[in-house]
């Protein structure tokens, strides 16, 4: 191999070293805006699970309200929980 063909086959290494380096920053470029795209989409999942479980838990209340409401009702009883007005 001449010094010519060395040189040669430097600068194609050098050049195929420059375009890896450009295409790994490109990929690590990607990846970050993947990352910070993930992150906010996990914490708006996050919050809409949050909000869901707080209203989970006032239906939940509300629900047991009104089922203590329909069984003092069947029982004759008033919203208060004791006999209606009257009745005695």
Request: proline fraction near 1%.
């Amino acid at each position: 191999m001449t010094f010519e063909e060395m040189e040669l086959a430097m600068k194609e290494v050098k050049d195929n070293l420059l375009v890896q380096s450009h295409l790994l920053d490109r990929v690590d470029r990607s990846i970050e805006v993947s990352r910070r795209d993930f992150d906010e989409r996990i914490n708006a999942l996050l919050g809409i699970a949050e909000n869901h479980e707080g209203r989970l838990q006032t239906m939940q209340a509300a629900l047991q309200s009104l089922i203590a409401n329909i069984d003092r009702f069947i029982q004759g009883a008033g919203p208060d929980g004791h006999g209606r007005k009257g009745e005695e």
